[in-house]
C-alpha cells in the first residue's frame, strides 16, 4: 500500500513539472519558453452586444470607432445617432460593404431594436473583425 502511495506522489510531481502554467491574463506558457508571458501583448479584442451606457461610453472615448447603422436608407435618413454611417443589412452587398471597413479600428453598429444588428455582428467577426460592439435595443434603446 505505502508503495502505492509513493507511486501515485512520484508521477502526481512528473505531470505538474511538465504541464504549462497558466498566467493571469488567460496565456498559457511552458516552462522551456523562451518568449515571457509579461513580454506579451494582451489585445483588446471582443465582438459582443453592450448596454446603452457601455456603447455611449465607448463612442465618446475612442475618436477611431467605426460606427455604422445596419438599418434601411429609409430609417437611417428618419433619425441616425450623429457620425453614423449607413451599411443596409438588407442590402445584396452588405458583406463586401463592411469589408471597406478598417478592419483594425473598433465598430460600433446598432438597428432599429437589436435585431439586424445581432445578425449582422456575427458577419462582422466571420469577416475578420476583431472588435464590434453591437448597441442592445438598437435605436430604439438610444
Not at 66 to 90: H, K, M, W
Request: with cysteine; aromatic share 8%.
Amino acid at each position: 500500500m505505502k508503495t502505492i502511495f509513493i507511486g501515485l506522489l512520484a508521477s502526481a510531481f512528473v505531470l505538474m513539472s511538465c504541464a504549462q502554467t497558466e498566467s493571469t491574463n488567460g496565456q498559457t506558457s511552458s516552462s522551456n519558453d523562451t518568449h515571457p508571458v509579461e513580454n506579451q501583448v494582451e489585445t483588446s479584442a471582443e465582438v459582443k452586444r453592450v448596454t446603452k451606457a457601455e456603447f455611449k461610453t465607448f463612442l465618446a472615448e475612442n475618436a477611431n470607432a467605426q460606427l455604422i447603422d445596419v438599418r434601411t436608407p429609409g430609417e437611417f435618413g428618419s433619425g441616425a445617432i450623429e457620425g453614423a454611417e449607413n451599411i443596409d443589412y438588407n442590402d445584396a452587398n452588405f458583406e463586401s460593404n463592411i469589408n471597406n471597413l478598417d478592419k483594425n479600428a473598433p465598430v460600433l453598429i446598432y438597428c432599429r431594436s437589436g435585431n439586424r444588428s445581432s445578425k449582422a455582428l456575427k458577419i462582422f467577426e466571420a469577416n475578420g473583425f476583431t472588435h464590434v460592439l453591437e448597441l442592445e435595443g438598437g435605436y430604439l434603446n438610444w
